[in-house]
């Protein structure tokens, strides 16, 4: 057996390394063919003219921190001055250095009410000295600095009139530094990894990774038009010539002569290159895909193409010529790839895994015998199948769907768009072929015995999709993200399309309680799916819903805090914050986590308790890339005015912003040195972050902040500090109290929520997630296969049993031959008659067979030897429940109810617009089962009428009617659960000789006679009953009866002969 876990990306995915000198490297750059890498960009652009080389990696750094305020001095000592300049990532040593000496000390632009103030230097910085500190740097050679100190001191006069905030904004972007520390040799990925992001793993130092670029996605409504963008199109072709006449670079492909239209063979291959519009927006995307490419007319310049030029004329030449290799990808959901090879090296997992989802680049410009190999060397040596799409599609998918529409609206931010409509529609189609991609993938990999394990809110679809083919498959559904409430999901467009695709799963995995209530109640109303307890049916089919949090291992991380780059790196936070307490935060930057909430509340904790303004410091980790610069703007002026309360902003910052993530051990070592972690999201599925910091602060029992609206809160309540986001109030008290909360209490706290920790952590999530895959298919197993009725086996344990006891449930109206059969059976055994008719009607029907039982209104009212006992508890609710269909009935004109004495029919079949017949019967449902669910009333649907009656009321009659016969005497029914019944099944088939031993249950399945169904099938299977038979008759995929029969007809000839039987007796 394999286990199938099919995910967006693959935990692998291939790289192409260029080993070109800095010339033909700088050449691909301008040429504007591949995309180069984050951490190598910088080093390839120092060969354009309009990138300086002299630049330091302090100063680097400098110019490149969303935080910085460039006419700000520094004063530098001799020692920072020797900060190396070679090319390559940055070491851990050099990250702090620039984090403490530049990003903390001049974190802010300056305020004009503060004057200017001096910058020490690293060494001054770090108050006591750098003995401790990893330095790799001595041997470097000193720099110079004097190209770019104008640039620096132009300003010191403090004549620029310039605005200081919006010249800060201009570098909010951009990323701390000009390399990414996050390498491969480097710590262990968190299981917090970004989706999107891309971790490079060299080799060789001299050599460049180089990645395709992605096709543009056509436009969803040429008829909307983007005037922003059109005006600067237009302003910026006012003064070009016409296409035919556009002039390039001379690195730019092209042809080696005039003869052949370059403009065909472009739009042959689809190798546009991106405008300068496109770049801006696109430097926001969280994947290679993210890169849009419009139509680029090539004419050589002035003495046509290099000879360079020529050789690399298009990507599909560069990539059937660059060397490539397969590397651990650092893009999708690192948290399921950490419990996965948690799993299997700790031999939880004893089956294979089987990794399904795509490369994580753009394929479309990589040759297809390049592409087969990669394929080939994923599958043999990996075990990643992947999922070859083409990049319209990937990118319609992801960014436009998935992005744009779909996650927003999961966290509750609904896109409020006039255009968004015809935007989702258009993406929607690549979606849904993304997840048919997906599908067929899956399906041929597939083999008996598979589990098929699908992941996150991406493949929606996918389940849907793999039944269809694989009808026996079992299948399961995890999302790692929030679920909304019922009235959010239905504001998507193909929002019964997305139910459906979940619904193809055994089993559907939520992250909080909360998620998976959500989706029942959404399937409820919007399918009118039955929804009991954890379970619901639709189409026959039972699919079990349950919350199964994500976790961490939470010893593992726990041994890592040992390592010896933790230490110093404590040891270095340590002494910069020396006698100060640090808040610290870590965030992707974007709306949802709250960030300009969270900062207000922390500048009310300042302005309310000033004592504080030099004794604290609040460390915001910003991870991710932003697109939104609203939102940067309204996050930099509080900072700003944050720092101004601080009397010496040169020497204390109560905020150090940081829009870049850190190397795994500083973050490690940051958060075990945290006096206070601070989670403000607005709503977010399981934020593992802060299930890191509780084992990061076993030594220091820190408090945790965190939003109620995470999914992490119902996990940690117990012992962490639950805040409302939006109430900035009561987080300044909070953030208070937290800071000054007793030793005693912050233990107290600390082992409630490391107790939660370990109980969830990633083993016990992948395990139960997989036990609860093989039991729901089981059962589903085991529900979907019936055997045809024996009637011989069924006469001879007819007459073997000494008290026999049938319960027929017969909708219909018995015709002559049924009653005199009924009138023979019931003479030497005790038969009940059950269905949703009333007293009367049951009486008028019936009452002309003496020894008949009869059951009313499905199990509320029961007659035994001419006697009616109610088994109902109230039916004060009725009124209630009347009024709410009253409403319905008026919006859906032709409807109607029928009350009787303990339940309510809603019928439709005659309302005058059939089209929202479902829309109105959803939302009656999931009303009333809302309203009434602490009352115990429960409304379904069956044979497209809407039941509305007390729970387990069929159930609660049989317990009645055994008690009865098998003691002689009437209990008070009360109400139990069905657990306690079992029990009392147990008790009361004890062997005793007046005891029934022979119990058939027969009828159509139904909501009412499933429960009776399951009894009995219990009760045989734990030998508490001698003999059971449950015969369902009709159409049913999925029933707990064992036994079927084609109808009523041949049922109750095999009825007329166990009759027949009793006569020969």
Known sequence: MTIIVASLFLPFQPQFEVNADQEQTAELVDSKLVKISGEQEAHANKNLPDVRVQETDAYATAATQPFLNSRTPLALSSAASQLNVKQGPLSSEQFLENLTANATTAGTPVNPNLGVHGHASAEDFFTTNNSTAINNNASSPPFSVSSIAPEINANVDGTDTMDVTADLLDNVNKSLLL?????????????????????????????????????????????????????????????????????????????????????????????????????????????????????????????????????????????????????????????????????????????????????????????????????KDLNENYQSSAVIADDVTFKGAYKNFCKQILWPTLHYQIPDNPNSKAFEDHSWNYFQRLNQYFAEKIVSIYEDGDIVWVHDYHLMLVPGMVRQKLPNAKIGFFLHVSFPSSEV???????????????????????????????????????????????????????????????????????????????????????????????????????????????????????????????????????????????????????DRINSLSISISVSQPVVFLHQDLDFAQYLALSSEADLFLINTFREGMNLTCHEFIVCSREKNSPLLISEFTGSAELLKDGAILINPWDTRHLAKCIKMGLEMPLDERKRRWKIMMKSLINNDSTNWIMSNLQAIEHCWEFSKESSTLFSLSSEELASEYQSASNKLFILKISEPPSPRMLAILRELSSRCTVYIMNTFSKTTLENLYGRVGNLGLIAEGGAYVRLNGTWYSIVDHVDWLEEVTKILDTKIERLPGSYYKLADSMVRFHTENAEDQDRVASVIGEAMTHINTLFADRGIHAYVHKNILFVQQKELSLETTKFILKFHNSGKVYNTGHSTPSKHNNEMSAMFSGQSDTIDFICVAGSTSPTIEPIFKLVKDATLAGNLRYGHTIVYGDAPSTYAREHTSGWNELFNIFQDLAKSNERQ
């Open 179 to 375: 390399h990414s520390v996050l390498n491969s040799g480097q710590g262990v990925s968190s299981p917090n990894a970004v989706e999107g992001h891309t971790a490079t793993h060299l080799t060789n130092p001299n050599t460049t990774v180089i990645t395709p670029k992605s096709r543009a996605v056509p436009e969803s409504n040429p008829g909307v038009v983007n005037f922003d963008n059109y005006k600067e199109r237009r302003d910026s072709q006012s003064n070009s010539a016409f296409p035919s006449m556009k002039r390039v670079a001379s690195g730019s492909h092209g042809p080696s002569h005039l003869k052949y239209s370059q403009n065909a063979i472009d739009a042959a291959l689809e190798s546009d290159v991106i405008d300068d519009a496109d770049d801006r927006q696109n430097s926001e995307a969280e994947s290679d895909y993210e890169t849009d490419r419009k139509v680029h007319y090539n004419v050589p310049g002035f003495g046509g193409y290099s000879s360079t030029s020529k050789r690399l004329k298009n990507s599909l030449e560069i990539f059937s010529r660059v060397p490539w290799k397969i590397v651990p990808s650092r893009k999708g959901n690192g948290a399921l790839k950490n419990a996965i090879n948690t799993s299997i090296l700790e031999k939880d997992i004893k089956d294979g895994v089987k990794w399904v989802g795509t490369l994580g680049i753009p394929t479309d410009e990589i040759p297809v015998e390049t592409t087969k190999k990669i394929v």
């Open 489 to 639: 999901f239905r504001c998507f467009a193909q929002r019964e399309n997305m139910l459906e695709g979940i619904l193809g799963a055994n089993f559907v995995g939520f992250q909080t309680a909360e998620y998976a209530r959500h989706f029942l109640t959404t399937a409820n109303l919007l399918l009118t799916a039955d929804v009991s307890g954890d379970h619901l049916r639709y189409k026959g089919k039972v699919v079990s819903v349950k919350s199964t949090p994500i976790g961490i291992d939470a010893f593992d991380l726990a041994n890592q805090l040992l390592t010896d780059p933790v230490t110093k790196w404590r040891q270095l936070i340590r002494q910069r914050w020396a006698g100060k307490k640090l808040i610290v935060c870590r965030d992707q930057f974007d709306k949802i986590r709250g960030l300009h909430k969270k900062l207000l509340a922390y500048e009310r904790f300042l302005r309310e308790n000033p004592d504080y303004i030099e004794k604290v410091v609040l460390i915001q980790i910003c991870i991710g890339k932003s697109s939104d610069p609203e939102l940067e703007r309204k996050v930099m002026v509080v900072v």
